[in-house]
Each structure stands twice: as C-alpha cells, then as structure tokens.
C-alpha cells in the first residue's frame, strides 16, 4: 500500500468502520473523510487521530512506516485523561493520542478504541491485599468492557461525583463498594441514577 488513501481504507474496512463514523469520532466532516479515501488528498491534520481512532500506528498511516497495527509490537497506547473529561470521553479520547510519557498509559492488553487512562486521586481503593489502587497510581479504563460481579467500574454517582468502585452482583441486586475499610459506608446499593463508564482493566505505576 504506497498511499495515504490506500493504507486508510484498508484501516477502514479492517475496523469495520464506514467514513462517516470516522468522521464522528475525529471532528471531520463525512465529506473530508471521502476527499482523503479517494486520494485526491495526501494527509490530514487529524491523521493522528485517525489512526487511534482506527487502532492502527499512526507513523504506519501516515507514512507507511512500521507495522500497521501498533499491537503489533505489542504495545498500545492510551491517553490520560482528566475525571472532570469522562463525561465527554468519546470526543476526547480519539482526539488525544500521544506516545508521551506523561501523556499516555501503555499497555499490551487489546483494549477497545475508546480506552482511556486515569490517575488514581485517593486511596478510597487502596487495600492491604491484591488489587490495591493506591493513590497517585493510573487505571486502564475501558468503555466497551463486559461489566460483570466483582469487577471495578468506574461510575458516576452523582453530577460532581465520578469514582472507581468494585461492582457487587447479587442476585437482582447491585452494590458499590470502597476497598479501604477505614472509609464508611463501604458497600451502598446501585441506584438507576448511576452511569457506568468503562472497567478497569489494568493497574499501571509511573515511576
């Protein structure tokens, strides 16, 4: 593939992603993504958003370079982003990809294209046994992620509140519960009001 536009059409069909899904996700317009399907454009200033969007390595769509999965190295990268930005997880996060330390988590898991990383603030979950996310340690954080008991989520429990809370299933029921026992109120029931926005699905810490 020794084009800009054959490489993104290949990415395109292997994500199962038509142009206008792109489009959504990088803040281009159906159209601009056609333009550069068709070859009449070379790049695009978005090319890096693109290419998280479409999980591919961005210097592979771009300039052909290296291999065009970046899992294919085995490592990912997701970007950090702010509690305050999970909200708007969907616009931000294809909108973020860095290879900066500072900037981004990088994992082998395969994780969703919407994965996203976070900075533990407190220690509500930090435990004296296995897992344990201690405070200033990071969380890989996926949207599409099977939400199943036991596992932990991060939820949002009410406008100004979005925590990272283990996910009780008992029955027809549902609990949060906080893994650092000096906290009260450790277990609380799972009210309708709640929104889950992604699993936890790796520990990371920045040294």
């Known amino acids: 593939m020794k084009t800009f536009a054959d490489r993104l059409n290949f990415a395109l069909k292997n994500a199962g992603m038509n142009q206008s899904e792109l489009g959504n996700l990088v803040g281009l ?8 399907c068709s070859g009449k454009g070379k790049a695009s200033t978005k090319s890096f958003e693109m290419a998280k969007a479409l999980n591919v390595d961005p210097a592979w769509l771009t300039e052909g370079k ?81 939400i199943k008991n036991n596992r932990f989520v991060v939820v949002k429990l009410s406008k100004n509140e979005i925590v990272l809370r283990q996910l009780i299933i008992d029955g027809n029921n549902k609990y949060l519960k906080k893994l650092n026992s000096k906290y009260p109120d450790g277990i609380v029931s799972f009210k309708n009001s709640f929104i889950i926005y992604g699993v936890a699905r790796e520990i990371v810490q920045k040294l």
Request: net charge negative.
């Open 29 to 36: 317009k159906p159209q601009a993504i056609q333009y550069l």
């Open 66 to 146: 290296g291999s065009y999965n970046n899992l294919d190295n085995g490592v990912n990268y997701f970007p950090i982003i702010s509690w305050n930005d999970i909200v708007d997880y969907k616009t931000i996060v294809p909108k973020s990809y860095s290879t900066d330390f500072d900037k981004s988590l990088c994992s082998q898991d395969k994780c969703s294209k919407l994965t996203f990383g976070l900075k533990i603030e407190n220690d509500v979950m930090q435990s004296d046994e296995s897992p344990s996310f201690a405070q200033g340690s990071f969380i890989i954080v996926d949207p599409e992620a099977e």
